[in-house]
């Protein structure tokens, strides 16, 4: 099994420009969730998704962020204009519900 | 808001000694996991411990969960250089689904 796959695994992008991070789950997980992590906020919750459905997106910071998972096997998260601030490293994991996730190698994005 | 709250932030220990790290949390919880972290790398499962359970073991790991107190600890015996990394705790309440993770915990075993 190749585990969570993220990509890209850098993204270094100019303010306003959309990004887009991508994340194949591990096959039959069908829990997916997005994560950011900064040193000043440590490993945020942003999204979830079980069975393909989005189950609780309070910890998207604003509008700008965006996530959907049209199948079981792919997810996308935008930011659209992104900011410096949204610099982090963005990490994507799955589960099959039995409450352990498995984490992807993480996304670290760099906005100038 | 976070839920897990580690102590200590950072421990520094020599090979060989044992590493005792703590967590706290705030409300009430279905199970709590133990997860690691090397520096640039995603996070990888140590255990997990449900709210009915006050000890479990796994190799060298060896986690209490106190749930009158609402606080767990995570203890690795005689470390290795290798254990060096960033340890997290996280908690998954009756709701199920999520989990809120605390800060974590830096690690450096010196050889």
């Known amino acids: 099994d190749a585990g969570v796959i993220q990509s890209p695994r850098h993204e270094v992008t100019e303010m306003g420009q959309e990004v887009t991070l991508r994340c194949k789950p591990i096959?039959?997980?069908?829990?997916l969730f997005w994560y950011r992590q900064t040193m000043m906020r440590g490993l945020e919750l942003l999204i979830y998704?079980?069975?393909?459905?989005?189950?609780?997106d309070s910890g998207m910071p604003e509008d700008r962020f965006s996530a959907k998972m049209p199948n079981a096997s792919f997810s996308n998260l935008k930011i659209q204009p992104s900011e410096p601030r949204d610099s982090a490293v963005y990490f994507c994991a799955s589960s099959a519900g039995d409450s352990q996730q498995f984490f992807g190698p993480g996304t670290r994005l760099t906005v100038l | 808001s976070q839920q897990g709250e580690e102590d200590p932030q950072a421990l520094s220990i020599q090979e060989g000694e044992n590493a005792t790290m703590n967590c706290s949390y705030k409300t009430s919880i279905n199970n709590l996991q133990w997860y690691r972290q090397n520096s640039g790398r995603g996070l990888v499962h140590l255990i997990l411990?449900?709210?009915?359970?006050r000890e479990k073991h796994s190799g060298r790991l060896r986690v209490t969960l106190d749930t009158s107190k609402k606080s767990s600890s995570l203890l690795i015996t005689a470390s290795r250089a290798a254990d060096t990394a960033s340890y997290f705790c996280a908690t998954e309440n009756n709701q199920g689904g999520k989990l809120i993770f605390g800060q974590g915990t830096e690690l450096s075993v010196k050889p």
């Open positions: 411990i449900r709210s009915n359970e």
């Open positions: 096959s039959g997980h069908d829990y």
């Open positions: 998704f079980n069975n393909n459905v989005p189950i609780d």
